[in-house]
């Protein structure tokens, strides 16, 4: 088997390891047991065009070194997947909602210690309800993480007492991104974190994902417009068509 260098793939400032999602669970639970710190990121159109897009704020910088600094990076889109093969490249892919539905609920042992960052009482009770011999912790962080060092320590904090096998952080890129490197950099945290969104969501209920048919014709997008367009519709519709234009000159380059 390919060790997870000769898997890399460079893809418009991501580097991507090509993997199933049964191999990501694999190093996701071989991660439980480390005594130091892991994290994964799961990269989709979103993520790669604010990586992209350099602002001037201070936060890109440290979103650009969270992810080139990740211990694993897998594709989370069917869109950049295809893109990428337009470019005579394969990414593999793996859905961070898939990889926790995997880990949670498919795996015959389940992490013995989980964290929850973010997430509202639905997921705390979701996982207790389910994962009955798993201790479940949570930490519920602050508005303004992105840009506010002191939450990001606090969160750190958090992390590094608990030291639970598996960390969820459920508040949304770039923030959670930034905030495993600074715990990857602290050096006093064990256990791997997966920076997954609103995974936890969809398998408490509390967001619907789209028909299996809609993600495998990559409209899982549509899906979650038409679910909360008011909040959403920035992302999905003018945020996220720029990856086409990022792609046409990566391509051209």
Not at 20 to 27: C, P, Q, V
Not at 125 to 148: A, C, K, T, Y
Not at 236 to 251: A, D, E, N, Q, T
């Amino acid at each position: 088997m390919l060790g997870l260098t000769e898997r890399r793939v460079d893809f418009l400032g991501a580097p991507f390891t090509r993997m199933t999602l049964s191999e990501a669970g694999a190093w996701v639970t071989g991660s439980c047991q480390s005594d130091t710190f892991r994290y994964l990121v799961t990269p989709n159109v979103d993520h790669i065009v604010i990586l992209n897009e350099e602002n001037g704020e201070a936060w890109h910088d440290f979103y650009l070194g969270a992810v080139a600094g990740s211990d694993l990076c897998v594709n989370d889109s069917r869109i950049l997947g295809r893109l990428a093969r337009l470019s005579g490249k394969e990414l593999g892919l793996v859905p961070g909602s898939d990889l926790v539905r995997y880990l949670l609920t498919e795996q015959a042992q389940p992490p013995q210690s989980i964290a929850l960052i973010g997430g509202k009482i639905r997921e705390q009770e979701w996982l207790r309800s389910n994962l009955p011999e798993s201790d479940i912790v949570h930490f519920d962080p602050p508005m303004g993480v992105r840009q506010n060092e002191a939450a990001q320590i606090e969160i750190a904090e958090f992390v590094e007492t608990e030291r639970a096998d598996l960390v969820l952080m459920a508040f949304g890129a770039p923030q959670s991104e930034i905030v495993c490197r600074l715990i990857k950099q602290r050096g006093k945290a064990r256990g791997v974190a997966l920076c997954i969104g609103a995974s936890v969501e969809f398998l408490s209920g509390a967001q619907t994902r789209a028909p299996r048919i809609m993600q495998v014709a990559g409209l899982e997008w549509l899906h979650r417009l038409l679910s909360d367009p008011a909040r959403l519709w920035e992302r999905y519709l003018v945020r996220g068509p720029r990856v086409f234009r990022l792609w046409w000159k990566s391509r051209n380059a």
